[in-house]
């Protein structure tokens, strides 16, 4: 799951790229509405192509978004009949900003002050030394105060490949630091997974977290190791 999965997904496309939604996800229309967004900066993990950065500009005074292969960038803009600049390995159009860069190294100066992190798919694609790396890298860049609102899976019985199962347990162990409020409890009945993977059950969960203060370590909930 290192840099060329990503930039292959992308290349190849169909059904490599299924985490794509050709929609505003409901959830961010019903727990982020515009008066929430007002005056905020926002921050988008692996932000691929998503529309999503889309109806955060509208309401939002500065929309980051990060995402490690070119193209997905180019058809965000290009789909969506954006004009835009590139600097360095920066895209922008207007309040949208994306960072052609791994996110793995980036620091706070790359985004500048965080007011909300909204990731729809990260975590779940990420296996767990790699989750652990996001977490960590996601705690150096956020301030407290900040904002988390974030999408999982959970299903059964677990599988090898993302998206990756993570629980509400999971998420409460992830983040120790926040306030975790467990916004979202869906049940998805019609969901290809189940039938292409045999699964008894997927479901979606949405939380709203909010950072309370800086954490230097995370646990690793698999061994129960400190991960500095």
Known sequence: MEKAFWLNSWELKGHYTNFHRNDIHPHLIKHLPPFALEGQTIFVPFCGK???LLY??????????VEISEKAIIQFFDENHLAYRQIGSRFVSGNITILCRDFFWLNREDIGAIDIV???TAMTMLP???RMRYLQTLEWLTPVGTLYFLNTLEYSPLLSTPPFS??????????PNYVVDHI??????????IRHHALSEVKEHGFIMRKLYDSPVLIDIDDLEVVA
Do not use: C, K, W
Not at 56 to 65: E, L, N, P, W, Y
Not at 184 to 193: D, F, T, V
């Open 50 to 52: 998503s529309i999503d």
């Open 56 to 65: 955060f500009s509208r309401f939002a005074t500065r929309v980051i978004g």
């Open 118 to 120: 909204y990731d729809r």
């Open 128 to 130: 767990h030394d790699m």
């Open 166 to 175: 993570i629980s509400p347990d999971d998420v409460t162990r992830y983040f």
């Open 184 to 193: 979202e409890n869906i049940s998805l009945a019609q969901n290809g997974m």
